[in-house]
């Protein structure tokens, strides 16, 4: 029973070129969310997705970022046009009930 | 506005000896609180939880205690070893966390000492 899958790993970006962070959930798992992590620093909540549908994205910046879930394939977080600031390391989690499931995390390095 | 708080970012305890993470909360619509475990470049990883209904949940050699009035609740592991070497977070939601977003302390590393 494979768990939360993130790719890339890690991923190198110039500034403002557009970066894409791959999320497959956890089998049989519906909801998908998004946390990003600063150095020294805890995770801070972005979005969460169900398939098709964004139910909540109050922790997502106005403008750069996007985040779909759709019908068919992972969960892609997009940041278009990476600044420095958006280094960090980017973790998807999914759930069906109560817990929700870490991936390995994308870290994210804007040159 | 942190509305998780994680006041000690490090603790280092014998093996063998009980290990206490500390976590206080601001929100008091908070209901759920989970606590994770994370080593360097992986993900976090679910360790506990604890539904605010509750003041004592327990699994294994870890147990987590909520004290609502307070709010504050506290991680127990008895008796700590070496591989629990980690970075923990205290993580809340107001739900039950499954359709919620979580939100986390800084976190503590906690480092056990052969």
């Known amino acids: 029973n494979a768990g939360v899958m993130q790719n890339p790993r890690h991923l190198v970006r110039r500034r403002g070129q557009e970066a894409r962070l791959r999320c497959s959930p956890m089998k049989g798992h519906s909801h998908v969310y998004w946390y990003r992590q600063l150095p020294e620093e805890g995770l801070k909540f972005m979005v969460y997705?169900?398939?098709?549908?964004?139910?909540?994205e109050s922790g997502m910046p106005k403008e750069r970022f996007s985040a779909e879930f759709p019908k068919e394939g992972p969960s892609i977080l997009r940041i278009q046009q990476v600044v420095r600031g958006d280094s960090a390391a980017y973790f998807c989690?999914?759930?069906?009930?109560?817990?929700?499931?870490f991936g390995p995390g994308t870290r994210l390095t804007v040159l | 506005d942190q509305q998780v708080k994680q006041n000690s970012p490090s603790l280092s305890v014998q093996e063998g000896r009980i290990s206490i993470l500390n976590c206080d909360y601001t929100n008091s619509m908070f209901d759920y609180f989970l606590w994770y475990k994370k080593y360097p470049a992986e993900g976090p990883t679910f360790l506990i939880s604890i539904s605010s209904i509750k003041d004592k949940n327990e699994d294994g050699r870890f147990t987590v205690f909520l004290n609502k009035s307070a709010k504050h609740l506290s991680l127990h592991i008895v008796p700590s070893q070496p591989g629990d070497s980690a970075v923990y977070f205290c993580a809340a939601s107001e739900g039950q966390g499954g359709s919620e977003k979580l939100v986390f302390g800084k976190g503590t590393k906690l480092t056990v000492n052969p």
């Open positions: 997705l169900q398939k098709e549908n964004i139910i909540d």
């Open positions: 989690a999914s759930s069906i009930t109560n817990e929700q499931f």
